[in-house]
């Protein structure tokens, strides 16, 4: 997935981190005004969620995100 001029690696392995946690790649995805959308979503009975991780370190810093809609949570 390119989000914001970089590469992510979106996660579609499950994890025990915190609980058990299903990963789905569906639920990652950028729309063509170019925003990062990262969804809950029941599947098959079980919630899924999204992961995504850059493909490269930036280094220390400090770093932003926006975020532009939260009225659905």
């Known amino acids: 997935l390119t989000f914001s001029g970089y590469d992510w690696q979106v996660r579609q392995n499950p994890s025990d981190r ?7 790649p569906d639920n990652a995805w950028v729309d ?4 990062l959308h990262l969804r809950l979503a029941q599947r098959d009975g079980q919630w899924t969620s999204a992961e995504v991780t850059l ?3 930036l280094g220390h810093g400090t770093y932003a995100f926006t975020v532009r809609d939260t009225s659905q949570l």
Do not use: C, L, S
């Open 18 to 24: 915190g609980g058990q946690n299903a990963y789905h």
């Open 55 to 57: 493909t490269r370190a």
């Open 32 to 35: 063509p005004q170019g925003a």
